[in-house]
């Protein structure tokens, strides 16, 4: 064979091992790593910003379900019940699998919209939403990663860490937010 082949070769040899890879991860996970109700909240969603907050939001129950803690009030819970639906459940593997798999998502839904309008101004608040996030998930999974069993729920963390990683790494690149600038009122002349 030639060496371009011998290189065409392993090239495709390399696509399929990293396409079975991601076959077995997604197959062992075997699940929608949303809710029923999150999903209908993300397509309402049109609004990048907006959707990348239901993105967070359902992160945020996951952790919820993990840490088995929450800030949020009675009040607040029962709304988000009404909204996305009873809290996700599974194992740990399971939840971190649906974690990594929602950054990726909302990875996607920023870059789909950049490649189409590189200069829209949802872009940059949305990506430092979503890093600020991908910041608290890594600190709030560290604990829990020391204690991975199985091979899907350390590729799973694998994947919230390589997620997680990009996210940081592109917010970094941001110019710094723009103050925005407050209205002063001016007042009527006395008569």
Same mark, same amino acid.
């Given at each position: 064979?030639?060496?371009?082949?011998?290189?065409?070769?392993?090239?495709?040899?390399?696509?399929?091992?990293?396409?079975?890879?991601?076959?077995?991860?997604?197959?062992?996970?075997?699940?929608?790593?949303?809710?029923?109700?999150?999903?209908?909240?993300?397509?309402?969603?049109?609004?990048?910003?907006?959707?990348?907050?239901?993105?967070?939001?359902?992160?945020?129950?996951?952790?919820?379900?993990?840490?088995?803690?929450?800030?949020?009030?009675?009040?607040?819970?029962?709304?988000?019940?009404?909204?996305?639906?009873?809290?996700?459940?599974?194992?740990?593997?399971?939840?971190?699998?649906?974690?990594?798999?929602?950054?990726?998502?909302?990875?996607?839904?920023?870059?789909?919209?950049?490649?189409?309008?590189?200069?829209?101004?949802?872009?940059?608040?949305?990506?430092?939403?979503?890093?600020?996030?991908?910041?608290?998930?890594?600190?709030?999974?560290?604990?829990?990663?020391?204690?991975?069993?199985?091979?899907?729920?350390?590729?799973?963390?694998?994947?919230? %860490?390589?997620? %997680?990683?990009?996210?940081? %790494?592109?917010?970094?690149?941001?110019?710094?937010?723009? %103050?925005?600038?407050?209205?002063?009122?001016?007042?009527?002349?006395?008569?």
């Amino acid at each position: 064979m030639t060496n371009r082949k011998v290189s065409l070769f392993l090239a495709l040899l390399l696509s399929f091992a990293f396409a079975a890879e991601a076959s077995a991860l997604n197959h062992a996970q075997g699940r929608d790593h949303f809710t029923e109700l999150e999903i209908e909240q993300i397509k309402e969603t049109q609004i990048l910003d907006k959707r990348i907050g239901v993105f967070v939001k359902a992160i945020e129950r996951r952790l919820r379900v993990l840490t088995g803690t929450t800030t949020d009030t009675a009040k607040q819970q029962k709304k988000d019940t009404e909204l996305y639906g009873e809290l996700p459940s599974g194992s740990q593997a399971d939840l971190i699998g649906d974690i990594a798999k929602i950054l990726d998502e909302a990875i996607t839904n920023i870059d789909d919209v950049s490649s189409r309008d590189d200069k829209n101004p949802l872009i940059a608040p949305a990506l430092r939403l979503l890093a600020s996030e991908a910041k608290r998930v890594v600190e709030q999974l560290r604990p829990f990663q020391s204690q991975a069993s199985g091979d899907a729920e350390i590729a799973s963390f694998e994947q919230v %860490a390589e997620n %997680a990683e990009s996210i940081l %790494a592109a917010a970094s690149k941001l110019p710094p937010p723009v %103050a925005k600038e407050k209205k002063t009122k001016q007042e009527k002349p006395k008569n």
